[in-house]
């Protein structure tokens, strides 16, 4: 049985996506952005030349989820403030020839028929003067949203979106801007933007006459020859695009000419404008979120990260789920002041081996006051063992007491990771903020 799914259906995924983030636990689904990996990039048998200016490839299996939790140090709630829904950057640039919509083409999704202007306002081509260039930036005549303009270089555009600067600021990516689907006022329904010449027949003399017949009004068009062939229908006008047409049939009478196949482009039933987010074939969404100073003492500072990942639905240690705004993933151990140590340190758990920390051994150690703190992560648990004041912290040959522990406030290996990226050393501060954009693709 032929069957195809639309283009629609990934418009829909992330239109749901992102309404997601409406609905509270345990309804809706907690999402988590979380920073990870303080130790430097070692090369591997999949990524022999991986350091940190070359961070190892991310991989989609299981194993490696569960090394990438081990890494993780803190995560922070993402809200719907921190999502939207976005479409690819297309920007207007003088002297390019951009496509025209069409309702008949199945490859629309793949061209560009929309623009993103200088002022960051989406505009819809319904007319591009038969393929010439646009020179004339839609945004001269300053049209409000919903309304059309008829350019100087032949071109019919269609405001179909006003990007808010402050959302521009907080979504925007070099290849996406965020949109919404806000309906535009002055939307026509069934508008015929565009009739294509599928064969030009033979035969045909002056005069032309087009006739539109539909189930609407008031759309008017005049045609063109090459030779004794059509060669172009022509709405040169947006009144003359007519409305409220769902079919239309085209034909042209002249001379004794015959075998035109003509194709009308149709807007989308309630008109251009009417659902934004599938019209423009908004299948990505994108996160974006501030991580800032400590986040209330469960963020390492004095320290650096390289895995940037989402995790749904963490627990806490005792299998409730996490809803909290931020959360700690580390041990922390306090330990008597080590002379000289302020920095990467290579360390060791004695007492009965209870635990082996990282690659390498390596963990942070920070100065809090008179005592130093060791945060530890990537922390190898030996079957029967815990990590509590009882065991003794080694770096080279010294020792030292560890005078308490505080243990992770998730398991940290519970929640489902649905986004994971390796990246080179993102240093962190006690005064800094670090503003994480994350593009997601439904495809």
Not at 104 to 130: E, G, H, Q, R, T
Not at 336 to 353: H, L, P
Request: proline content about 5%; some cysteine; hydrophobic content about 35%.
């Amino acid at each position: 049985m032929p069957a195809i799914v639309r283009k629609p259906l990934s418009s829909t995924i992330a239109e749901t996506f992102v309404n997601s983030f409406t609905l509270s636990p345990p309804v809706g689904d907690s999402i988590y952005i979380a920073l990870g990996k303080v130790t430097s990039w070692q090369p591997d048998d999949q990524n022999p030349l991986a350091d940190d200016s070359n961070p190892v490839l991310p991989l989609d299996y299981d194993t490696e989820a569960i090394e990438l939790k081990r890494n993780i140090f803190g995560i922070k709630k993402i809200n719907q403030s921190n999502v939207s829904v976005g479409v690819r950057t297309i920007n207007w640039v003088t002297g390019t020839a951009y496509d025209i919509y069409n309702s008949n083409d199945s490859s629309l999704y793949l061209k560009d028929f929309y623009v993103v202007s200088p002022n960051n306002n989406i505009y819809k081509c319904l007319y591009n003067d038969n393929g010439g260039l646009s020179t004339q930036n839609p945004d001269d005549a300053l049209v409000l949203p919903g309304e059309c303009v008829e350019t100087n270089d032949g071109y019919i555009w269609k405001l179909m979106y006003k990007i808010p600067a402050q959302d521009f600021s907080k979504f925007a990516t070099a290849t996406l801007v965020p949109i919404d689907n806000t309906l535009m006022p002055d939307t026509i329904r069934g508008q015929i933007n565009h009739i294509e010449v599928i064969n030009g027949g033979i035969g045909y003399t002056s005069p032309l006459t087009v006739t539109i017949q539909g189930d609407g009004i008031e759309a008017v068009a005049t045609a063109t020859l090459l030779g004794d062939a059509i060669d172009k229908i022509i709405i040169s006008n947006v009144d003359d695009m007519g409305s409220g047409y769902t079919w239309a049939n085209v034909t042209v009478t002249g001379g004794s000419g015959s075998g035109a196949i003509l194709r009308a482009s149709i807007s989308p039933y309630k008109g251009h404008g009417s659902n934004n987010i599938d019209e423009l074939f908004s299948r990505y969404c994108i996160i974006s979120t501030e991580t800032s100073y400590e986040e209330d003492g469960d963020f390492l500072v004095n320290n650096d990260f390289r895995q940037v990942s989402l995790i749904k639905n963490p627990l806490l240690g005792n299998g409730d789920r996490f809803v909290d705004s931020t959360g700690n993933c580390q041990y922390v151990l306090t330990v008597d002041n080590i002379t000289g140590i302020s920095t990467d340190i290579e360390v060791e758990i004695i007492n009965n081996a209870a635990l082996v920390v990282g690659y390498g051994n390596i963990a942070r150690a920070y100065l809090d006051g008179l005592v130093y703190k060791i945060s530890l992560t990537n922390v190898r648990m030996l079957q029967g063992n815990i990590l509590d004041n009882t065991k003794q912290l080694r770096n080279l040959s010294t020792q030292y007491d560890i005078s308490q522990v505080q243990p992770p406030e998730l398991d940290i290996f519970s929640g489902v990771v649905i986004y994971s990226s390796n990246r080179t050393p993102v240093s962190r501060d006690i005064s800094q903020k670090e503003i994480i954009k994350i593009p997601l693709v439904f495809s």
